[in-house]
């Protein structure tokens, strides 16, 4: 008996060019509902891939209805229309929202875990990833750190990179070892909510400037520093959340120059930066003994790692040390390990490429859906910036969107301090499962840009 064996493409997560050869074979008819699959041993022989791929293949396969598994029988095709469904209630006229409120790394174009853990599982040294490390993280990830720090254009030394459990978890500790309860943080009048948490649980005051397509002015910075007495500035150097806004060289020597003549600590908080297109102008370079980095790998490689590096000025390596190990003791020397594998291997950047490519297709569906509505984003971006017509207020607009099935985020949740809220929402363009379904969800926010909101009560 000839078996059964798929097309998988290069250019993507093996386990996921399974699932798709699935579905586009049921859809030509080499596949016949009813049909069954060969073995995961089987096929991974076939495949040359290991068993772990074929399982997750086919589990992803399952969740999009495509296969169900059967005791005794192995894994099934379930019939393509008006058949089976599946399990998780999902399908293309599922009335299920669309998220495009959540800003995620594309899951479906992460790295191959199961691949990554057969490896890491036959070296003799694997058991030491269970065990208790230093808390700034081990050398060989501190110096994986100091190369993901090079992508984006900020050179460090292993010396100076911190690991730690994500990039919200860097920031709480910067936040906690550099300022006291009570101390002044200049930030851009709408920013990451993120950010107020942490400031909000520590009793640190964030103080709002005002933001351009540039990011923070320095005309407004430096009013701040003046009437507030601000000790420390959090901005990104690139592709700001949620305005996306990228500061070009001149404004970022100019705010170098402020952080020195005011002595202000610097917080760069790169969580977008590798998605803009035009090259990083970071204050790491230009104040390096004043700026510290969080070069986070949850939205180019893998969110569910939690691993993150911070490059810090040497003489406060070591009171950060002291605020990991307050917090966390130390990040997951596994979920190190995994990060550091990627980014020595090469995978890492592979993803990183894969992911813009995606992003780009993205931003095209978005531009031609709400082709003449006001929005700000990027080519390769991962959310966009949509502007509101007026009388629409941006909790309106949230609400109604819901109520169709879509959700986003209204601009009140970025408004820092007393900050209006403004006349915008957030628009994910990562987390729909396909660009199909983007589609549709922006769909429904053009119809709804087209329609006034109704009095009392949101549009349905």
Not at 70 to 87: F, K, Q
Not at 169 to 186: K, M, T, W
Request: proline letters at 6%.
């Amino acid at each position: 008996m000839t078996i059964w064996t798929p097309f998988l493409p290069e250019d993507r997560p093996k386990y996921l060019g399974l699932a798709d050869a699935i579905e586009a074979d049921l859809a030509k008819g080499r596949l016949v509902p009813g049909q069954r699959l060969p073995t995961h041993r089987d096929l991974a022989d076939v495949l040359g891939v290991t068993v772990g791929t074929v399982t997750r293949g086919y589990a992803e396969a399952a969740r999009r209805g495509s296969v169900r598994g059967e005791v005794g029988r192995g894994t099934i095709i379930c019939p393509s229309e008006n058949g089976t469904i599946p399990w998780w209630g999902g399908g293309q006229d599922s009335r299920q929202s669309i998220d495009l409120g959540l800003v995620t790394g594309m899951y479906g174009l992460d790295p191959d875990l199961g691949a990554a853990l057969s490896e890491l599982a036959a070296r003799p040294d694997a058991q030491d990833f269970l065990r208790y490390q230093p808390s700034r993280g081990m050398a060989r990830h501190r110096e994986a750190g100091a190369l993901w720090c090079s992508r984006f254009g900020v050179a460090a030394h292993p010396e100076q990179v911190l690991v730690t459990a994500g990039g919200q978890h860097a920031l709480l500790v910067l936040l906690s070892v550099l300022f006291r309860p009570g101390d002044r943080v200049a930030a851009g009048n709408v920013n990451y909510p993120g950010l107020m948490s942490a400031a909000a649980l520590l009793g640190i005051k964030l103080v709002p400037v005002a933001l351009d397509v540039e990011g923070v002015v320095p005309e407004a910075l430096e009013e701040a520093c003046a009437r507030e007495g601000v000790r420390g500035l959090y901005c990104m150097p690139g592709a700001h959340n949620p305005t996306t806004a990228t500061p070009g060289a001149a404004r970022q020597g100019r705010l170098a120059e402020l952080a020195r003549s005011r002595n202000l600590l610097v917080i760069e908080d790169a969580a977008y930066a590798l998605t803009a297109e035009s090259p990083l102008f970071s204050l790491a370079n230009l104040a390096p003994e004043r700026t510290f980095f969080i070069a986070s790998v949850s939205k180019m490689v893998a969110g569910g790692l939690r691993v993150a590096f911070v490059k810090s000025p040497p003489e406060q390596v070591e009171r950060l040390g002291l605020g990991i190990t307050g917090t966390t003791w130390m990040a997951s020397p596994l979920c190190a390990e995994i990060a550091a594998s990627w980014i020595l291997n090469g995978m890492a950047d592979a993803t990183m490429r894969r992911k813009r490519s995606e992003a780009a297709r993205r931003n095209d569906v978005a531009g031609k859906v709400l082709a003449g509505r006001d929005f700000l984003g990027l080519k390769n971006g991962y959310f966009i910036w949509l502007a509101l017509p007026e009388p629409w207020r941006a909790s309106d607009f949230e609400r109604a969107a819901g109520l169709r099935g879509v959700v986003v985020i209204a601009g009140d949740a970025f408004a820092v301090g007393q900050t209006p809220a403004p006349a915008s929402v957030r628009v994910s363009l990562s987390a729909a499962r396909s660009r199909e379904e983007l589609e549709r969800g922006l769909g429904v926010l053009a119809e709804l840009l087209g329609e006034a909101p109704r009095p009392g009560r949101a549009i349905v």
